[in-house]
């Protein structure tokens, strides 16, 4: 993938994770406006941190990535060519800091 490509898949990426930061839950209903804001920001922020990676790894089609993230775990689901890229999309989450864990749900192709 092209370098340009890379980058304006990123911004997308980066644009469309911000606004989830927003969205509130059943979950967070004791806690303080603040603090819910707060969880979501950090976990919009890791989920785009996390595909900010993803594009990175030329390996790796990040389109065909979903990542969700909820208080630091983060759940890596959609579909990917083979068994290697689904571990190779699991290490570099992993890698990451700021991970609480991984729940790997990408399934291979072949």
């Known amino acids: 993938m092209k ?4 980058t304006l898949l990123l911004a997308a990426v980066l644009g469309a994770s911000v606004p989830m930061a927003v969205i509130a839950g059943d979950d967070y209903k004791d806690k ?3 603090e819910k804001t707060g969880d979501y920001i950090s976990d919009a922020a890791m989920t785009a941190k996390v595909k900010a990676a993803l ?4 390996d ?12 630091g775990v983060v759940t890596l689901s959609g579909m990917v060519d ?3 890229q689904a571990e190779l999309a699991e290490q570099k989450v992993e890698e990451l800091d700021g991970v609480k864990g991984v729940n790997n749900k990408l399934v291979a192709s072949d």
């Open 3 to 6: 370098s340009d490509t890379k």
């Open 32 to 34: 303080s406006t603040m």
């Open 55 to 58: 594009v990175a790894e030329d």
């Open 60 to 71: 790796l089609s990040a389109l065909d990535i979903d990542v969700e993230t909820d208080q």
């Open 82 to 84: 083979n068994d290697a």
